[in-house]
DNA sequence: CCGCGATCATTAGCATACAAACGAAGTTCC
DNA sequence: GGAACTTCGTTTGTATGCTAATGATCGCGG
């Protein structure tokens, strides 16, 4: 007797069903018209200042083809702007302009407010649950 | 007094990293090429025996544009196949062909195994706690 | 029976994502 | 000092996934 297959309730069927919610919060909360992954950009390029785009690429989690079409639009909109590094010709530094510090500052507390909207379901014993069983799954 | 934002623990960021390894396994162990939005369209045409490609869409999260593109490679690929309804003009019934019953029977042990190794790291009570997690974030 | 709103499929445009392949530039090891 | 390996950025191709617009068709109310 085997166990019958339910894609409801299938791990990953559930959870593109719970990033696709946090995808659209994600896009009727944050200014700025950034997407998340141009603000994990940006929030990691704030806190290290400037980046390799490749290195910047493994602090968020994306690999050298997706990292490098983030940038190509952020910088394209004056966000993010790019230089040879000229110790190693091999890297393209990335860094904020200062329209980009800016826009940073508001967007933080914004992300903030999409993370409670998106958790709002759940309460804070809850939170931390889902959090730290996530975590193992990464 | 506010708290630090922490971009590792937030739960857009995690959520997208879990996504990320699923996807890899998926990939790894799924056959016949299938990705996750193919291989639950063809559980739900398995179930349903023929669908409307709108309603195929609800059935799998899909909006129209995207389950259009899926519909349209695996017809490509002869897995399914599509006819317009009699009754109504505006449908566009979708269906498996043989080799896509063929396909499907295969691939849904493959898809548990692959469910299986997802969520690996936790206890049976821990998966049962994700999953009711999760579901209230659906 | 006619107009109006709803549904359906399609298309275009944009933004992730990954794999694979490439050349250029470092690094290591003999 | 040179070969082998690695890293980095780029490009190409494929697959999601969304929004918005379009045109065809259906159902319902008057």
Redesign the interface.
Known sequence: MT?P?V?E??????????????LAL?GEMMIGELT?TQF?AI??LREHGSCSQNRLGRL??MDGATIKGVIDRLTRRGITETSPDPDDARLLMVSLTAAGRRLAEQA??C??R??EA??A??STA??A???A??????
Chains 1, 2 share one sequence.
């Open positions: 166990l297959y894609l309730q299938q791990v990953g069927f559930v959870l593109r069903q719970v990033n696709q919610r946090h994600f998340p994990s929030v990691k968020t989690a933080v507390p992300a903030a999409i993370t998106t958790l379901p759940l809850e939170r649950r889902l959090l069983l996530l975590d193992q799954l990464r």
